[in-house]
């Protein structure tokens, strides 16, 4: 009787052991927050400031003794990180496009491809549209200025297929519709993410 005992209370201090970390990694996935660490606010911030199927979208931080000039960096950094996301969406969607295509020379219809993206989105971030800004004034006296601008997929996909039925190497060859549903498919992948 006694071993029965002994082993029932090795079990059940090892069944405490072996739960305790359980126990610690549940308090982090209901929100506690860890021990030691600060839960950070972030404004223009969070899935309502994430790229969906209609919209590409960014945020960013900007931070200046001078009011304007925080406002300014915060805009530059959203801008040049919409424009890095525009970037990779269209390059991912020119190379789809290209392989399900039967153009005869895809090494260079996809440089085509890639050439025009750039131009079309260096012309088209210059219409975004700011979603959201906040500004905020640190206790060293700087100002902190958050904010998050977006740019409509179709405006670009617009703009993007009067670029490519210009292009004489692509005139033959080029379907907006099949460009579109390539283009449509991976906006719709961005907003499952």
């Known amino acids: 009787m006694k071993t029965i005992r002994t082993l029932a209370a090795l079990a059940f201090g090892s069944f405490l052991i072996l739960s305790a970390p359980a126990c610690k990694d549940k308090e982090k996935a209901s929100g506690e927050k860890p021990k030691g660490e600060e839960l950070v606010n972030v404004y223009c911030s969070g899935p309502e400031y994430f790229t969906t199927k209609e919209k590409f979208r960014a945020n960013a931080i900007g931070e200046s003794l001078d009011q304007m000039t925080s406002k300014k960096k915060a805009l530059s950094n959203a801008r040049a990180e919409l ?48 979603i959201c800004e906040k500004q905020t004034k640190t206790v060293e006296g700087k100002y902190k200025t958050y904010i998050a601008i977006e740019l409509g997929a179709q405006e670009l996909l617009q703009a993007y297929n009067e670029r490519l039925s210009n292009e004489e190497q692509l005139k033959a060859d080029y379907n907006y519709e099949k460009f579109k549903d390539t283009f449509e498919a991976e906006m719709e992948k961005m907003s499952n993410q």
Request: net charge negative; hydrophobic share 30%.
């Open 83 to 130: 424009a890095a996301n525009i970037q990779t969406t269209m390059k991912v969607v020119g190379d789809n496009y290209v392989k399900s295509s039967e153009f005869n020379n895809k090494e260079e219809i996809t440089e085509t491809f890639q050439e025009n993206a750039r131009t079309v989105v260096n012309q088209q971030i210059q219409g975004v549209r700011t």
